[in-house]
C-alpha cells in the first residue's frame, strides 16, 4: 500500500470514529449532528477517490485532500472532545465560541473539497449510479463551505443576561430564580425545586472547569451563578410567610396549620398575597411574574413559565381567586391561633422570661402587618393582661416591661377608646 493509499485509510478511520463520537455529545446535539453529517460527506468523498482509478492524477489529488484535511480534521478532533469533557453549564457558557468553531471547522473542510478536479471523483446517487459528478462534489463542498451553526435563542439570551449582571439585572430574587430554572433545563435539569442536587453537581463541574481555564469572565460568570444558586437554596429551605416570619419558632406554634407548598411562590418562595395563574397552568406571586417578564422583554427573550419553559402568548395575568381566598382563610385561623398562644404565654404564672417577650413580639409583628390584628388582639382580651406585665415590674424586669409597655403603644395608637387606661404611660418612659 501506497503513502497516498495508507494516509488516506488513516484519514477515512478518523472521521468514522469522529462522526460517531459527534453524535454523542450531549450538548448543542443538532448542531453536533450536523457536523457529523458533514463528516461523512469527507468520508465519502476520500472512499470514492481511494476506489478510483489508480492514474497519476487521482493519486496527486488523493494526497493533496489528505494533507488539507489534516488540520481541520484534527480541529474537529479537539472539539469533539472538548465538548464531551466540559461541564455541561460551561458550555452553555461558550455556547457562541462553540458554534463558531463549528462553522470555522466545517467550512475548512468545505474549501478542501471545492479544490478537488471534478474529473477526479464519480459520486454515486442513491440508487448506485453515477450521479452528476459536477453537481454533486461541487454543492457538497459550496454546502459546507457556507455552513452556519446556529445558537439557540434561549441559550444566547441567557449569556447576554448574565452578561448584563454588572448592571443590577439579578438583584431581584424573583429574576434571579427565573433565570436559575432557565439554566437548569437549558442543562438536562427539567425541575431545579425537584433535582436540587443535580444543579449543585454541576456547579461542582463548572468551578473545575472555571479553575483549569483561569479565564477572568468564566469566573466572574460561575461567582454569579453560584451566588444566585446559594440564595435560591436558602430561600428554597425556608420559605418565607411574611416580614414576621422570624417570629415562627416558638414551641407553641407547633400547633398552627402546616404552610402547604401550593401557598407558596416559586419565584420569591414567600406567601402568596395575590397568586395568578398563566395559560400553561402554573401560579405564581403577581409583582414576580410580572417582573420576570419584564425581564424577558429587556433581554429581547420571548415570555416564558420560568417553571416549564412553555412560550406565554399573552402576559395578561389570570387572579386564582380561589387560591387566594384559601390562603386568607389559612392566615386568618393561624393569625387568630398565635394571638390565642400569646395570650397563654402572657397570662401563664410560670411563663418564663423569654416565652412573654416572644409572645410580646410575635404581638407585635401582627400588629404591625394589619390593623385587623390589633382588633383581634384587643377583643381578645389580652390589653389588661399586658398592662399586669407591665405593672408588674419587679417580677418581670425591664426588659419585659419596655416591651409591654411597646407592645400596649401598638395596640392603641389609633383606637380612642383604649388610650384612657388605669395607668400613667409617663411613669415608664
Excluded at 149 to 169: F, H, M, S, W
Excluded at 401 to 406: D, G, M, V
Amino acid at each position: 500500500m501506497g503513502e497516498p493509499a495508507a494516509a488516506t485509510k488513516a484519514l477515512i478511520e478518523k472521521v468514522t470514529e469522529l462522526s460517531r463520537a459527534a453524535g454523542k455529545v450531549v450538548v448543542e446535539q443538532e448542531n453536533f449532528q450536523l457536523l457529523g453529517d458533514f463528516l461523512d460527506i469527507v468520508k465519502r468523498v476520500a472512499v470514492e477517490l481511494q476506489n478510483g482509478e489508480e492514474d497519476q492524477t487521482s493519486v496527486l489529488v488523493l494526497k493533496e485532500l489528505v494533507e488539507s484535511l489534516i488540520r481541520p480534521v484534527e480541529s474537529a478532533q479537539k472539539l469533539i472532545s472538548f465538548c464531551t469533557n466540559k461541564s455541561r453549564i460551561y458550555l452553555l457558557l461558550h455556547c457562541r465560541q462553540v458554534a463558531k468553531q463549528l462553522e470555522d471547522v466545517t467550512q475548512s473542510m468545505g474549501r478542501s473539497l471545492s479544490q478537488i478536479p471534478v474529473s477526479s471523483v464519480v459520486m454515486g446517487d442513491d440508487n448506485g449510479g453515477d450521479g452528476n459528478r459536477k453537481g454533486s462534489i461541487g454543492s457538497l463542498a459550496q454546502d459546507m463551505e457556507h455552513s452556519l451553526y446556529p445558537v439557540k435563542d434561549n441559550e444566547a439570551r441567557l449569556c447576554q443576561t448574565l452578561e448584563r449582571e454588572n448592571e443590577g439585572i439579578l438583584s431581584d430574587t424573583a429574576v434571579q430564580t427565573g433565570i436559575l430554572m432557565d439554566i437548569a433545563r437549558t442543562v438536562g435539569i427539567e425541575d431545579l425545586s425537584q433535582d436540587p442536587t443535580a444543579f449543585k453537581s454541576e456547579l461542582e463541574l463548572l468551578r473545575r472547569d472555571v479553575e483549569e481555564s483561569q479565564d477572568a469572565e468564566d469566573l466572574r460568570m460561575m461567582n454569579v451563578i453560584g451566588k444566585m444558586f446559594e440564595i435560591w437554596l436558602q430561600s428554597n429551605a425556608q420559605p418565607s410567610l411574611s416580614d414576621d416570619a422570624h417570629t415562627h419558632v416558638h414551641p407553641s406554634h407547633k400547633r398552627l396549620e402546616p404552610l402547604y407548598d401550593t401557598f407558596i411562590c416559586p419565584l420569591t418562595k414567600q406567601l402568596m398575597q395575590d397568586p395568578v395563574t398563566l395559560e400553561s397552568g402554573q401560579t405564581y406571586e403577581r409583582s414576580a411574574i410580572k417582573r420576570w417578564f419584564q425581564e424577558c422583554l429587556d433581554s429581547g427573550r420571548p415570555t416564558v413559565c420560568p417553571i416549564t419553559g412553555e412560550q406565554v402568548h399573552t402576559t395578561s395575568l389570570k387572579p386564582s381567586l380561589a387560591l387566594r381566598n384559601t390562603i386568607d382563610e389559612w392566615t386568618g385561623r393561624n393569625e387568630q391561633a398565635r394571638v390565642d398562644i400569646a395570650g397563654q404565654l402572657i397570662n401563664a404564672a410560670d411563663s418564663s422570661k423569654e416565652d412573654v417577650l416572644f409572645a410580646l413580639n410575635d404581638l407585635q409583628a401582627l400588629c404591625r402587618k394589619n390593623k385587623f390584628n390589633k382588633y383581634r388582639i384587643r377583643s381578645t382580651g389580652l390589653i389588661p393582661l399586658i398592662e399586669n406585665r407591665l405593672k408588674n415590674g419587679a417580677e418581670n424586669g425591664v426588659e419585659v416591661r419596655c416591651t409591654a409597655l411597646a407592645t400596649l403603644r401598638l395596640l392603641v395608637e389609633d383606637d380612642d377608646d383604649n388610650k384612657v387606661m388605669d395607668f400613667p404611660f409617663s411613669d415608664f418612659l
